[in-house]
């Protein structure tokens, strides 16, 4: 089965300064990678994907993530975070051997962007 | 852009009794997925449904059930009610024909507490 492992709990960062959310993954194959965002009481909002090719990937907001096979990890960057990043962030993989709905989401991360 | 629709947004039951969660699907998407997810929690996959049929099965109770309709709007039902149910609740739904890759999109969720 597959697992999705966000090392941290909560990341604070300054605004302007570069931000990165860590997530690494375990799959049977090869995986497809996504990271969504949750602001209080409101829904996954997705961000970015990983399908194949380009390892860096670039999505809303300013976000990127790299895909990194040999390390199994896709981390979340951003080069300049602003207060308004503050939010829950999910990572989340899919097997692409597996079913449309097997989308197995780690534990989240809240960053704080400090003013 | 039309986004997925949830109603109710909030929903108080006593324990025993029955609820009904209703997800409307952006238009055009023919998937669409339930969660749920628990305070402090990572959302869990319950079910999901293809053109009107179930198409995966993740950790729904026996008490739960759903179905999608024919305008492809999906109803979540839910009988005697435990507080452990107590979470909130998301639809997502997607286009199939994107394949595998595709994102989820998701809903604002319908919180429910269970009394």
């Known amino acids: 089965a597959q697992s999705v492992a966000q090392p941290e709990d909560q990341v604070n960062v300054a605004e302007g300064n570069p931000l990165t959310v860590k997530c690494t993954y375990s799959?049977?194959?090869?995986?497809?990678l996504f990271w969504y965002v949750q602001y209080p009481n409101r829904g996954l909002q997705f961000l970015l994907k990983?399908?194949?090719?380009?390892?860096l990937v670039k999505g809303s907001y300013g976000f990127e993530a790299e895909f990194n096979k040999s390390q199994t990890s896709f981390h979340l960057k951003k080069p300049s975070a602003l207060v308004s990043d503050s939010a829950l962030y999910f990572c989340?993989?899919?097997?692409?051997?597996?079913?449309?709905?097997?989308?197995?989401f780690g534990k989240g991360t809240m960053l704080l962007v400090s003013p | 852009a039309a986004g997925v629709i949830q109603s109710p947004r909030h929903l108080i039951k006593e324990k025993r009794e029955t609820a009904t969660l209703k997800c409307y699907p952006i238009?055009?998407?023919?998937?669409v997925y339930w969660y749920q997810q628990g305070p402090g929690q990572d959302p869990q996959f319950l079910i999901s449904?293809?053109?009107?049929?179930?198409?995966d099965k993740g950790s729904i109770p026996d008490r739960f059930s759903a179905q999608q309709f024919s305008d492809y709007h999906s109803e979540l039902n839910m009988s005697s009610l435990e507080l452990g149910d107590s979470a909130l609740y998301f639809c997502?739904?997607?286009?199939?024909?994107?394949?595998?890759?595709?994102?989820?999109?998701f809903g604002p969720g319908t919180r429910l507490t269970v009394l």
């Open positions: 997502a739904s997607s286009p199939r024909s994107t394949g595998r890759g595709n994102e989820q999109f």
């Open positions: 799959v049977s194959g090869n995986p497809y």
């Open positions: 990983y399908i194949t090719g380009d390892n």
């Open positions: 989340a993989v899919r097997p692409m051997n597996s079913g449309y709905s097997t989308l197995t």
């Open positions: 238009p055009r998407h023919d998937t």
């Open positions: 449904f293809y053109e009107k049929m179930q198409s």
